[in-house]
């Protein structure tokens, strides 16, 4: 007798071939994130990193290549023993657009996926700006890309908002500051634009940001505190996890209690940390020269004989009370790092041995050990780059669909440039 020959049921075929096609995807999603994260990384690296096979990853940086989301190069050169391997680098093509409203000004970015800022335009504002100034300002950006066969294709917009942000439906709760409630910003810029977009709170995004690229890159657990025009907010990662809460407002570091007798805070409440810890009070140190507070980087030059005094005192007088914040946030989350963003990491570098004195005074010991109060390493461009992230997160989790020659867009490219 032959030998019986197996059939696979119709079902079962379509369901391993499904299974099959998933299994592509995903792969081709964890070498995209890998190139992305380190914007070029020879293909070697790759095969280590991933544990999939050589020809398999020949493969699947072969079908990036054919999206247009990756491009192979020359290995480079060096002292090493074996073949040299092929460098792999993200695009510039695919990018994303980057939003920051603050109370004194508007920020649009243009972030490739190589993590270059194409271009980046800060337009100072006498009020905050209402979500249609918001949105108009965008597609100013967007028209101005000129989308065509060589052109940058924005894959996504991306939103770093202050206040109380619900990412599911990309609308703003509340944003006292900016004078915003129940605004659904994520639809008013998707019907100007036509483009997907993406919203979350600022401080959240600052945290992811950091945690990817900068000051927190490969800790679990890290906390961000981001200070700004519009007072003080947080972000978290728990266990490499962004921890939103249950619904997505987790972070207001900015309104816990530092101080039982302080000023009334906007949100109702009295001594609030971010009504201690105060840009406008740290500007007004340095005095009338300056508009803006210098970077951390910058901020020695920004003392002189005249304002010593005055800065340094409010200085540690703001550190005092951001040492209580920073003594419930090691207890509450027992973070590895705790990343300091903009205005506070200036403070922070005014004087990082008083911040630490401060919190080890009043901080549990066993809580200390291991931890580390880092300023931002991304600087200005912080929020930029976090944003990006979040209008590039549907791409980078499956290329395949979201590559601009995957036909992502196409329908609205077309539009805009019929329109």
């Not at 004194?104 to 970015?109: C, S, Y």
């Not at 409630?181 to 995004?205: D, F």
């Not at 990343?339 to 401060?358: C, K, N, R, W, Y």
Request: aromatic letters at 4%.
């Amino acid at each position: 007798m032959g030998k019986r020959v197996s059939r696979l049921d119709p079902m079962e075929h379509a369901a391993r071939a499904s299974s099959q096609e998933q299994i592509r995807r995903e792969n081709l999603s964890r070498v995209l994130r890998l190139v992305h994260s380190q914007r070029r990384v020879p293909r070697a690296e790759i095969t280590r990193e991933t544990g999939l096979n050589r020809s398999t990853v020949a493969d699947l940086v072969g079908e990036l290549v054919g999206l247009g989301l990756v491009f192979e190069s020359e290995p480079e050169r060096a002292n090493q023993a074996g073949r040299p391997s092929p460098m792999v680098t993200a695009t510039r093509r695919p990018v994303a657009v980057a939003i920051h409203p603050e109370t004194d000004a508007l920020t649009v970015g243009v972030v490739a996926l190589d993590r270059t800022l194409v271009q980046r335009t800060r337009y100072p504002l006498d009020s905050p700006p209402t979500p249609s100034e918001l949105t108009e300002r965008a597609v100013e950006v967007i028209e101005g890309l000129r989308i065509g066969s060589e052109s940058p294709l924005p894959v996504g917009i991306g939103v770093a908002a202050p206040g109380l942000v619900h990412p599911p439906d990309g609308a703003v709760r509340l944003s006292a500051h900016m004078g915003w409630e129940e605004v659904p910003l994520a639809s008013l810029l998707e019907e100007a634009t036509g483009i997907p977009t993406s919203i979350a709170n600022n401080a959240s995004v600052g945290a992811l940001a950091e945690r990817m690229f900068g000051a927190g890159r490969g800790t679990g657990d890290m906390v961000y505190l981001n200070g700004g025009p519009s007072g003080i907010g947080g972000g978290v990662i728990a266990n490499g996890r962004p921890l939103g809460g249950a619904d997505g407002y987790a972070g207001e570091f900015g309104h816990t209690a530092v101080n039982s007798v302080g000023r009334r805070c906007r949100c109702g409440a009295r001594g609030c940390l971010e009504t201690e810890v105060s840009r406008e009070l740290l500007l007004a140190a340095f005095g009338p020269g300056l508009s803006e507070i210098p970077e951390a980087e910058e901020v020695s030059a920004a003392i002189t004989p005249s304002n010593a005094e005055a800065v340094m005192e409010e200085a540690r007088r703001q550190l005092a009370f951001l040492a209580i914040s920073l003594r419930n946030i090691v207890h509450a989350l027992n973070p590895r790092v705790i990343v300091l963003g903009g205005f506070l990491g200036t403070l922070q570098a005014l004087d990082p041995a008083f911040l630490e004195s401060a919190l080890r005074e009043q901080a549990l010991r066993p809580s200390m050990e291991g931890l580390r109060v880092r300023g931002s390493e991304l600087g200005k461009d912080l929020l930029m780059i976090g944003a990006a992230e979040l209008a590039f997160e549907p791409l980078l989790a499956d290329p395949a669909a979201r590559s601009p020659q995957g036909g992502f867009l196409q329908a609205a490219a077309n539009s805009r440039r019929t329109g």
